[in-house]
């Protein structure tokens, strides 16, 4: 893996490390209905997180801890504003991730980045319907 891999790599975990503490703030204020969801987008987000941090420990770069907090660009205090910090954190994670697929030229890193691209697209489809808007794909997840 290359320093190049490695950095896109360490971009990711910062997403992901970020991901995970906003669906801790989701979980607070989601719809309760949407309790279920949330305890399985989060989770798959630790788990994404974990995997990243053993790829890059395999790598023998340096794991960078999560922050202590993170700032929200959106005043979280009902369901509505915590669906759309959802589509937030799927729509980093996913620029994450894409940045990894196109600056790494290895082959199986490039299909971890894609299955998490992939991942978070269909997380991120997910909160745009519950939010009601349409479309609620977009041709090219994680492009800017």
């Known amino acids: 893996m290359t320093t190049a891999d490695q950095q896109a790599l360490t ?5 992901e490390y970020a991901a995970v503490y906003a669906y801790g703030v989701i979980a607070a204020y989601a719809n309760h209905d949407r309790d ?11 788990a994404r ?5 053993e790829l890059l420990k395999a790598s023998g770069a340096t794991v960078p801890e999560p922050a202590a907090a993170y700032t929200s660009p959106i005043v979280v205090n009902d369901p509505i504003p915590a669906a759309n910090l959802a589509v937030t954190v799927e729509s980093d994670t996913a620029a994450a991730w894409r940045s990894l697929v196109e600056r790494s030229s290895d082959d199986k ?15 991120l489809a997910t909160w745009q319907s519950i939010l009601g808007a349409n479309p609620i ?8």
């Open 109 to 123: 890193l490039r299909r971890t980045g894609i299955d998490a691209l992939t991942e978070c697209a269909v997380r």
């Open 49 to 53: 997180r974990d995997s990243t941090i």
């Open 36 to 46: 279920k969801l949330v305890a399985e987008y989060t989770a798959a987000h630790r």
């Open 11 to 15: 971009d990711a975990l910062s997403a």
């Open 137 to 144: 794909t977009v041709a090219f997840p994680g492009q800017a």
